[in-house]
């Protein structure tokens, strides 16, 4: 595979090119529309042949719907064969019936010798004529539907030479009509009678595809399918894919049969939105669902509505198709290795009174690889503190190094045809550990073997903090006696760690409503915050004033509407409202919450504070608030 794939090594990024008819025998050096995008490769019959054999490999698809095909005119937007080289399945989304000879040569060009499969897509709302009023008197009969069949996916593709088809379906998404709705009976038959003629129980090698809502069919059909095509528009990030795989996957779908596309009718410029990978980095989305497989297996691959749009990119034609299909399926058959998780990981090793501490440290890693792995493969970890310094000179903090020895790892292993490997957890002994903040920098080590790469540095960095607080993380009650709360206090909050503007929650912007928290009632005059951006999806904090200063030695709050035990990520107390002290050295964990669903905060020593300010780290869902109470020594 590697001999062949060095003669494709610039499959992604080559410009478009053009061949008449007459040269398919014997293929020579295009003429592009754009002579400064022409590509150095000489495209004879090797490269061709092994561009063919490439396609019949292990990888992720690359499909596109083409509009406005006619294969004529000044413009090589309108032509087939201005698609990159390396697209696996192009369907037509236009006419794709009564071709003319120019759409005729454009096709078979493609399919013969880039071999790139041509489908065309059908809309099956309803029955067309003549099979309804001719073959079924009106009626969906069987007969009709299996003559409709027949018609569409055996004498269509003999008579246009099409590689198979792609039916849209989107109850749910406007279409309506008697084939239209989940587990609808007839679109059943019909999905059946085509699988008489293609798919892959038709033995015929043609396709059978569906696009829109494909997790919409019987469950018992879903295996007729080649691929499903989900119309994942404007998709925000990996759980968007994989809420919408797990749907398909209750219905049978493999995840080697799902592609996931954008939509370039609009998008075209940016290839698609902001889109998050599993693995924490943001990219555009059509990226991300190339990237992307669900946690059941390998995903099928990815695409675009309308890909023709991206023809027009002034830095290169389809440069954002290209770049996908480089970085899932690059040239010269290396094999991408990436890390599942990127994001530095936080860990807490509590120094109690007595000098003992808790805490662990129980990261599991795990690598994905860009396409199955050929044979058993391994990737050991190593600690590299040399990366320390680097990454505080970067960020402004003075973290420490850790000694090796503390640091227990092991090796990743992946199995021949897997693409994840198996995860191996990281431990560190805290067996006299000295206070401090030590970041880990774990490197995951790539073998000799020249096929594996990656496009980033593989490290996972953890952050082990090792200190005391003084706020009791366990309590699940308060000591003492509540302050009876008197007239001025009140409460405001804000959005992220600011001071000043936005709240980021509802309900709390009067005087009035800031009130309710000190009344003493339970009640529905609460605030809350959600995981929105706008909110406190990036984390929130809120300052309580008392009307004088205090001796103090706890806290609690009272959530109403719903909780999803967000971090408190620093816990400050202040006599002036300018110099605060922290109780927690910004050490971070998850309040207890009491069965009557207080948040606790038992202080290990009374302070003496007029300001009470409570950090909380990210929102992922909600939190609430309906009432605050501050408590003080019993004697």
């Not at 902001?274 to 693995?279: L, M």
């Not at 400050?572 to 998850?590: A, H, K, M, P, R």
Request: charged residues 20%; negative net charge; aromatic residues 14%.
């Amino acid at each position: 595979m590697k001999n062949f794939l060095k003669y494709v090594a610039a499959l992604a990024i080559v410009g478009a090119f053009f061949v008449a008819c007459s040269d398919w025998t014997d293929p020579e050096r295009e003429i592009t529309q754009h002579p400064d995008q022409q590509s150095p490769i000489l495209r004879d019959n090797a490269y061709y042949q092994a561009l063919r054999e490439y396609k019949k490999t292990k990888h992720k698809i690359a499909f596109g719907w083409y509009g406005s095909w006619t294969a004529v005119g000044a413009s090589y937007q309108t032509r087939l064969q201005s698609a990159p080289d390396s697209m696996d399945i192009i369907s037509i989304w236009s006419q794709w019936h009564s071709l003319t000879p120019e759409q005729i040569a454009d096709k078979e060009f493609v399919q013969k010798i880039k071999g790139t499969k041509v489908t065309f897509t059908i809309f099956s709302d309803k029955m067309p004529e003549p099979f309804l009023t001719e073959i079924g008197g009106g009626e969906y009969t069987d007969e009709a539907i299996e003559a409709y069949a027949k018609a569409y996916c055996k004498d269509s593709m003999d008579k246009y030479s099409y590689d198979g088809i792609d039916v849209d379906y989107e109850p749910g998404y406007g279409a309506s009509g008697p084939f239209v709705g989940h587990d609808n009976e007839l679109f059943r038959k019909l999905i059946l009678a085509m699988s008489k003629y293609v798919g892959p129980k038709s033995g015929t090698g043609r396709l059978l595809m569906i696009d829109g809502v494909p997790y919409a069919v019987h469950a018992d059909v879903a295996d007729c399918f080649d691929y499903g095509i989900v119309q994942a528009y404007n998709s925000y990030g990996y759980t968007d894919l994989q809420d919408r795989f797990d749907e398909a996957y209750k219905k049978g779908w493999k995840p080697e049969q799902y592609i996931f596309a954008e939509n370039f009718e609009s998008l075209w410029k940016t290839g698609g939105v902001s889109h998050e990978c599993r693995d924490g980095q943001w990219v555009n989305s059509l990226l991300g669902m190339a990237r992307f497989n669900p946690t059941q297996g390998f995903g099928a691959g990815f695409g675009a509505y309308h890909m023709e749009y991206e023809y027009a990119n002034s830095s290169m034609p389809y440069k954002y198709m290209r770049e996908a299909i480089q970085d899932v399926n690059p040239a010269g058959g290396d094999l991408i290795v990436g890390l599942t998780s990127t994001g530095l990981s936080k860990y807490l090793f509590l120094v109690g009174d007595d000098g003992t501490i808790t805490g662990e440290v129980d990261e599991k890693i795990r690598v994905e690889l860009a396409r199955p792995a050929p044979a058993d493969v391994s990737f050991p970890l190593a600690i590299d503190n040399s990366l320390v310094d680097a990454y505080n000179e970067k960020h402004g903090t003075s973290y420490e190094p850790i000694d090796p020895a503390r640091v227990s790892l092991g090796t990743l292993g992946v199995a021949a045809g897997a693409f994840l490997s198996d995860e191996v957890s990281v431990t560190v002994s805290s067996a006299g550990i000295e206070k401090g903040y030590y970041l880990i920098p774990i490197v995951v080590e790539l073998p000799a073997e020249d096929i594996y790469t990656s496009k980033e540095p593989l490290v996972r960095y953890l952050l082990l903090t090792v200190s005391a607080v003084e706020i009791d993380v366990d309590a699940t009650a308060l000591t003492g006696v509540k302050i009876e709360p008197a007239s001025g206090w009140t409460i405001v909050c804000y959005q992220g760690t600011a001071s000043s503007g936005a709240n980021g929650v509802w309900n709390l912007d009067s005087d009035a409503q800031k009130a309710c928290m000190f009344d003493g009632k339970l009640d529905s005059n609460c605030w809350y915050a959600a995981n929105a951006s706008y909110s406190w999806g990036n984390g929130g904090n809120f300052i309580i004033t008392l009307d004088k200063a205090y001796d103090i030695n706890g806290f609690r709050w009272h959530i109403y509407y719903e909780d999803s035990n967000p971090e408190c990520t620093d816990f400050q107390y202040s006599e002036d409202g300018t110099n605060w002290y922290s109780l927690t050295n910004e050490i971070s964990f998850v309040p207890k919450l009491s069965a009557d669903n207080w948040k606790i905060f038992q202080f290990k020593k009374t302070v003496k504070a007029r300001y009470l300010r409570v950090y909380v780290g990210r929102v992922t869902d909600f939190t609430s608030m309906n009432e605050a109470e501050i408590f003080a020594p019993a004697n």
